[in-house]
């Protein structure tokens, strides 16, 4: 499946000097076809919503960044899109199709959720890939990406990399529909 969504995030990826090794959702079937959502009142429901709001989140964070003069390393832009690709990527356990080809949620969202998944599935994925500084740097901004516990974080943002990816998602999740409040 092509993904312009996805086109977008590799050659970001490309520009900061990303591992290859973790952008391997991007030429995965199942991530550019997930939904971002398991209810049509939610944020990015439907096929392909998952990488759209992912794309979303990585841009408004780099713009976001340089709009308020972050001048940040290239170690940090790489921070900004392994970040922004694994927030989230906990969904695709998440949501299934049901009998009738509608996305639902599935008994893993009810018992994980999609952040303890996507906290594992990146710790899984860096492990002996990345130094020990960057893989917590990101693992917090994935804890952190709902900002409050009330609204299912772990942990609240400590870092401006968990500030911008929260405030992204709850933008992307946010304007994707004006009539609802969603917590990306
Ligand atoms: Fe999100
Ligand atoms: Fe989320």
Redesign the pocket.
């Known amino acids: 499946m092509l993904s312009i969504y996805a086109n977008v995030i590799r050659s970001r990826g490309a520009d900061f000097g990303c591992d290859p090794r973790l952008l391997h959702y991007l030429d995965d079937n199942r991530f550019l076809s997930w939904s971002g959502s398991g209810t049509p009142d939610h944020h990015h429901y439907g096929t392909g919503g998952l990488v759209q709001h992912t794309c979303e989140v990585l841009t408004i964070s780099l713009e976001s960044a340089r709009l308020v003069g972050l001048n940040f390393a290239e170690n940090a832009k790489q921070a900004i899109v392994y970040a922004s690709l694994y ?2 990527i ?2 695709l356990w998440s949501y299934e199709l049901d009998v009738l080809g509608r996305w639902a949620y599935s008994r893993t969202n009810k018992e994980q959720g ?2 303890a998944r ?1 906290y594992h599935e990146w710790m899984k994925d860096s492990a002996g890939v990345l130094s020990d500084y960057m893989i917590e740097h990101v693992a917090h901004a994935i804890l952190a ?2 900002g409050f516990k009330d609204w ?1 974080s772990p942990v609240t943002p400590k870092t401006r990399l968990a500030w911008l990816i929260h405030s992204a ?1 709850y933008m992307s ?1 946010n304007l994707s529909n004006p009539l609802e409040t969603h ?2």
């Open positions: 927030h989230d906990g969904k999609h952040i996507s990406h709902h299912g998602d999740a917590h990306g």
